[in-house]
């Protein structure tokens, strides 16, 4: 039988080869030739239509000027009772039905005459003509009821209320029959055919409905097994109940035949199964030519015998059948060590991670601020390059002379060379090495590398208060320079001037600074009178600072001035004060 139902399919298209060649309307003919030659001539604004009871109907009205607002067709005259119908919508059609009726928004006005089914003789009702079935990708046909017992074939065909002659697809109609060439899941729903009756001169529209279902090819695969796909294990716990599941998909099939089985084999058997206790199968349509079947077993207490033996699903249909299995194996449960330790150990890290932030966070934050935060500085804004902070005592004549350089600029590398041979323990004079550096380093900063100093016995006026003057000292200045030693350290206004830059590089993330250790080791064994606020303990850790290399060779001194020129500011304030320039003056 279904190798016929094929080849039927299969030689349709060729006899409706010519139909198909594209979309066509038949001449009219029968009643429509009649119509003419008595006269009639149909009004477009007044129609009669005719239905038949329990046949789907839709009232055949224009579309609304707006597309946002349905057409709504009332009853109205003698006998109104409030029935009304949206356009476009279907409904079955009964007696009470019958009236005349006006569509908002048009001038459409129509009496709809529903005919009960009693008073049209059998052969022209006949309930298989108003449902049919279709294969997709072949040709089909649809013929409108009731066509036998007229001899008018002029039939205008309509799925919902659009001609079928106005759609995008390859059809024909021929003698009231509908040729569809080539039937798409699309096809799907109800069409309407109209034909025209004449009674007593009046024209009347004679619709009935056809319910078109387009179905898939028979089924030619047996069925798909997606779960349990083959042979595999599932982990259980004794004592607990255990579901086992088989998920099938199964091609489309005209008789239902599908059928999904459990079976249990002992010891592995497969002669020798037994049919398991299961669910209702649950099926849905998965997609076009798909059905999804699911159905469960379930072990209500799983025993040591239950992992001897293997579970095997059976999907069968009217091709073949496919088969899948499980097999059972022991859970073991995680130790009690293993499911407290890993999230107490977690706990742990989060907690010391947590301990060891709140402890260093002003370490954490020096050293961030220090290195990777310094901001868009903006020359503008600030009065100095740097605030150079030390404690000395004031040097003789002739030690000045030492140190004096010439503002002459030349190369790097001559820079560099003449730089590195100003160690004070190379001359003759030989005086201490943090007081050379004292008067070297505003001198190179100055007159050989521009950039502008504060120094608090030359740049503030004297008179005001120590303290108001650093702070305020270091918010004009861009950059903080200590030079440390052991009397820097032991001097408590020294000492202040680089707790209040530690402050102020934690309030202010564009001010940097930068330590200079003239000695190390002689700052290590010094012990002040009072000890180092903890603020300034801390910060001496983690400061970005160089060591003054004196008395090493002249490469060891020329990398000192590399890295303090690497860690200077790389824009300089544009205004210079009048202090500046005199001093300019008389060096030069």
Request: proline share 5%.
């Amino acid at each position: 039988m279904q190798t016929g139902y094929i080849l039927f399919f299969l030689i349709f298209p060729i006899f409706s080869e010519g139909c198909c060649g594209g979309n066509s309307q038949p001449k009219r003919t029968g009643e429509t030739e009649t119509q003419l030659s008595l006269g009639l001539q149909r009004n477009a604004t007044h129609q009669h239509y005719r239905a038949v009871e329990g046949e789907m109907f839709m009232m055949p009205c224009n579309k609304s000027v707006n597309p946002h607002m349905d057409v709504v067709c009332s009853r109205t005259g003698e006998g109104a009772d409030g029935t009304s119908f949206i356009c476009g919508t279907g409904f079955p059609a009964e007696a009470k039905h019958s009236g005349k009726y006006v569509c908002s928004g048009s001038e459409l006005f129509f009496h709809l005459q529903v005919v009960e089914r009693s008073e049209i003789s059998p052969g022209c009702v006949q309930p298989e003509e108003n449902s049919i079935e279709l294969y997709v990708d072949v040709g089909g046909k649809v013929s409108c009821p009731g066509l036998n017992c007229s001899n008018n074939t002029h039939v205008i065909w309509y799925k919902g209320n659009n001609a079928v002659s106005k759609q995008r697809r390859s059809s024909c109609q021929t003698g009231g029959t509908l040729h569809l060439c080539q039937v798409s899941k699309l096809d799907t729903g109800v069409y309407f055919c109209d034909r025209q009756v004449i009674e007593q001169r009046l024209i009347w529209t004679f619709r009935r409905a056809v319910k078109v279902t387009a179905i898939p090819a028979e089924a030619s695969d047996s069925p798909n097994i997606i779960y349990p796909n083959g042979n595999i294990t599932e982990k259980v716990e004794l004592g607990q109940p255990h579901t086992l599941m088989c998920k099938v998909h199964f091609p489309f099939e005209r008789e239902f035949s599908r059928e999904v089985l459990w079976y249990m084999n002992y010891g592995s058997n497969t002669e020798n199964m037994t049919l398991l206790p299961m669910e209702e199968p649950q099926q849905t349509n998965e997609i076009f030519t798909v059905y999804e079947v699911i159905r469960k077993a379930i072990i209500k207490q799983v025993t040591p015998e239950h992992l001897n033996n293997r579970y095997t699903c059976i999907a069968s249909n009217i091709v073949g059948n496919s088969s899948g299995t499980i097999e059972l194996k022991e859970k073991i449960k995680a130790k009690w060590p293993s499911l407290v330790g890993y999230p107490i150990a977690s706990l742990l890290l989060v907690a010391g991670l947590g301990i060891i932030l709140h402890v260093k966070w002003l370490e954490i934050q020096l050293i961030y601020r220090s290195h990777f935060q310094h901001g868009k500085h903006d020359g503008d804004e600030k009065e100095f390059d740097v605030f150079l902070s030390y404690v000395w005592s004031p040097p003789s004549a002739e030690g000045m002379g030492v140190s004096t350089l010439s503002s002459q600029r030349g190369p790097d590398t001559d820079e560099e060379a003449c730089l590195s041979s100003m160690d004070p323990l190379n001359t003759e004079e030989g005086k201490s090495t943090q007081r050379t550096l004292e008067v070297v380093l505003p001198q190179v900063l100055e007159d050989r590398w521009g950039y502008r100093l504060c120094l608090l016995e030359r740049d503030v006026v004297p008179g005001g208060a120590y303290t108001n003057d650093v702070v305020l000292a270091i918010q004009r200045s861009r950059m903080l320079i200590c030079l440390l030693s052991a009397d820097y350290l032991s001097n408590s206004n020294a000492v202040f001037v680089l707790e209040s830059g530690v402050q102020a590089l934690l309030q202010n993330s564009t001010l940097k600074l930068l330590l200079i250790w003239t000695s190390r080791a002689s700052a290590s064994l010094i012990q002040p009178d009072s000890p180092l606020p903890t603020l300034v303990q801390r910060a001496l850790k983690v400061l970005p600072s160089l060591d003054w290399t004196s008395g090493k060779p002249a490469r060891a001194t020329s990398n000192f001035w590399r890295s303090l020129r690497k860690a200077m500011p790389d824009q300089k304030v544009k205004l210079v004060s009048l202090m500046q320039n005199q001093k300019h003056f008389i060096l030069t």
